[in-house]
Each structure stands twice: as C-alpha cells, then as structure tokens.
C-alpha cells in the first residue's frame, strides 16, 4: 500500500526566500507523485507531477521537486517565495497497479506562511 | 470555460436531511472521484467511476451514494446526514492511465455544513 508523509505542517518563509515542502512516499511498485496547491476556499491545482521520465520536475510558478528513489522523497522547491505563494500544498502518489483506478493517497498537507 | 465543476458551492442544512451535490466535468475524462477533505484539510477519497462503473467504494457509511448518468457526470447523494458529514467535497476527473497521465482535476467543493 502506498503513503505519503508531508514533514512540517507549517513551514514560515520571508518573501523572497526560499521555499522547502518535504514529503516521503513508501511505494511497493513504481510510483507516480504529484504536488498540489489549495488556496483559500478554493480546490486543488496541479503544480506538477512526476511520472518517472526526468526526475528534476519543473512546475507551474517557478516550483520545482526532485525525485529521489533511493530516499523515497519528492521535496518541493522554490527558489524565491512570494506573498502570491501562501497556501496549503499537497503532496500525493498514485501506481499503475492492476486495477489502474488512479486512486490518489494524499498527504496531511502543508501550510505555507509568507511573512512580508 | 470550467474544467470540472460542482453546485452547490455552499450547502448548509439540518441533520436527518437528505442532499446532493452535482459534479460534470468537460475534459473527457473517462474516471471521476469523490474526495472529502475533513476540518484538518485532511483529503480522502470516497469513491470513482470509470466511464459509468464504479471501480473505487473505500470505506464510507452506505448513507453515502455516487451515482454516475454517463461519464461527465457524478453525483453524490447523501441519506440522513448527521454533523460528522459536514466537510467539503471535491470531485475531481482523471484520465487514470490513458497515456501513462494518472493526474487529477478538481473542481471547487462543495462545503457542506450540517446543523
């Protein structure tokens, strides 16, 4: 069965630094992640997505993650935060297992401050 | 034009009730789902259909029921609600392994708010 462990809850940054959003995943089988956005009272929007060609993956508003099989990781970057950037982002894994459902496990999520 | 869309966007009423929230999507997409994402933001998925037929039922109260006319719609009705139902609900659509894309498109939730 696949998990997904997001590391931090809240993750403060000043405007301009650098953003880290860490997440672990634990995959019997080769895994699909993604990274998703919720601004306030809003839904999901995909910031990007790994689905094992590059492992350097480049996303939507300057972020970026890199897979790295050997430390099951998929971290979220970005090299200059924005207020624009506060919000609560996910980190999700999926397989191509028999039943090819698609079924995304979530992790518990990770609210980004900005601080001016 | 809206990828994936819900109604109502609110939704507020009182125990006992029974209400539905609608969900279509325009990308044609042959899998939809149901998430609940609980107080703690917490998202976790309810149930998918891949074009009309259910393929995901994960461990909700039969009061919950998806009901899918044809592959753009999926609706969720909900049977005597209690307090503990009220969450938002996202319905997202997927091409789920067409072409190797498994990513998932959400429309905007639906808060449900149960008196």
């Known amino acids: 069965a696949q998990s997904v462990t997001q590391l931090g809850s809240h993750v403060s940054v000043s405007e301009g630094a650098l953003v880290l959003l860490r997440c672990n995943y634990s995959?019997?089988?080769?895994?699909?992640l993604f990274w998703y956005v919720q601004y306030p009272n809003q839904g999901l929007q995909l910031l990007l997505k790994?689905?094992?060609?590059?492992?350097l993956v480049k996303g939507i508003n300057g972020f970026e993650a890199e897979f790295k099989k050997s430390e099951t990781s998929f971290h979220l970057t970005k090299p200059s935060a924005h207020m624009s950037d506060a919000a609560e982002y996910f980190c999700?894994?999926?397989?191509?297992?028999?039943?090819?459902?698609?079924?995304?496990?979530f992790g518990q999520g990770t609210t980004l401050q900005v601080k001016p | 034009d809206t990828a994936v869309s819900q109604t109502p966007k609110y939704l507020v009423t009182q125990m006992g009730n029974d209400k539905s929230i609608k969900c279509e999507q325009n990308?044609?997409?042959?899998?939809m789902y149901w998430y609940k994402q609980d107080s703690k933001k917490f998202l976790k998925i309810m149930f998918s259909?891949?074009?009309?037929?259910?393929?995901i039922n994960e461990t909700v109260p039969n009061r919950f029921s998806p009901k899918s006319p044809d592959k753009a719609h999926l609706n969720l009705h909900i049977n005597s609600l209690e307090l503990g139902d009220s969450a938002v609900y996202f319905c997202?659509?997927?091409?789920?392994?067409?072409?190797?894309?498994?990513?998932?498109?959400f429309g905007p939730g639906t808060r449900l708010t149960v008196t």
């Open positions: 997202a659509s997927s091409p789920a392994g067409t072409s190797g894309t498994y990513e998932q498109y």
């Open positions: 995959s019997s089988v080769p895994p699909y």
């Open positions: 790994y689905t094992s060609a590059a492992t």
């Open positions: 999700a894994v999926t397989t191509d297992g028999s039943s090819n459902t698609g079924k995304l496990i």
């Open positions: 990308l044609g997409h042959d899998t």
């Open positions: 259909y891949n074009n009309k037929e259910l393929i």
